[in-house]
């Protein structure tokens, strides 16, 4: 039988992963079916619910359900205890199994389909929400460097430096939160949007000398020039976008859920244009 999975949101039609997880499958050989699902703002726990009735075997999690995704969630990974959220849940037993794949999948699309090592880098994570939370502790991993937290609220990034300072396994690490007045006469090796500016056209106030020489800028949005791109263009950086973290964290928890790991390089050619 097939094997069903599904991606929830609010709003979802604009996502990728049902055209994604379509083509993991056809190209590893698994049987499965995958399609997109929105949830109502205040019906996503009765939705896991269905979902588990029916017989699905698991599900990705998109905004504005990851945190609570996690607190439905009977046994939790390190990964998602460390974020407090979750965009990969399997169904098993009985019992949900929560995991994030966020941050290996930025990791991995910076690293490997960017090709720009993170070790020793000086990074700049903007904003302090769900999407920075995911990835904080990865991107401390991978670069065993300072980190720093830019947020228009200064209590929100604060709360999110706790997470680090008060982590037995991370408390080592330099990261400090400021913001966004903050930021004059600092460079950085790599800056991270990871706020929702992308989606509204706002602005960010970034410095004009925010970028180190051969600095990478990355947009976690996909689909679009946005306005942190197209500054980060007229000062000289590298620029990304989200595309290929998308597909690197969708391969990550097909990986979970099947025990295979797609060619995800193949996926990004098919992808962009």
């Not at 199994?97 to 090709?115: F, H, M, P, S």
């Not at 991370?170 to 790599?190: P, T």
Request: hydrophobic share 40%; aromatic share 8%; with cysteine.
């Amino acid at each position: 039988m097939t094997d069903r999975y599904a991606v929830i949101g609010n709003p979802i039609s604009h996502s990728k992963s049902p055209l994604i997880h379509r083509l993991f499958a056809e190209q590893t050989g698994q049987d499965i079916s995958y399609e997109a699902i929105e949830a109502p703002l205040d019906g996503f726990g009765a939705t896991i619910e269905r979902l588990r009735a029916e017989g699905y075997k698991g599900c990705n999690v998109t905004v504005p359900f990851k945190l609570e995704a996690w607190k439905l969630a009977n046994e939790h990974s390190s990964r998602s205890i460390d974020a407090e959220a979750t965009n990969t849940l399997s169904f098993k037993d009985e019992k949900v199994y929560a995991d994030n794949t966020d941050g290996a999948g930025l990791v991995r699309d910076i690293e490997i389909n960017q090709r720009f090592k993170l070790n020793g880098k000086r990074i700049l994570l903007i904003g302090a929400g769900g999407a920075a939370q995911g990835v904080l502790h990865p991107l401390l991993e991978a670069s065993q460097a300072p980190l720093a937290i830019y947020n228009r609220t200064l209590e929100k990034a604060i709360k999110l430096q706790k997470t680090v300072t008060e982590h037995a396994n991370f408390r080592h690490f330099s990261v400090k939160a400021a913001e966004f007045g903050a930021l004059r006469n600092e460079q950085f090796d790599i800056v991270i949007n990871a706020t929702s500016t992308g989606l509204t056209g706002g602005d960010i106030p970034l410095p004009d000398s925010i970028f180190a020489p051969d600095a990478l800028a990355y947009d976690m949005m996909y689909g679009r020039e946005t306005p942190f791109m197209a500054f980060a263009r007229e000062h000289g950086a590298q620029v990304a976008d989200g595309l290929g973290m998308l597909v690197e964290q969708a391969a990550e928890a097909f990986f979970i859920w099947r025990g295979v790991r797609p060619d995800t390089r193949a996926v990004l050619n098919t992808l962009r244009p």
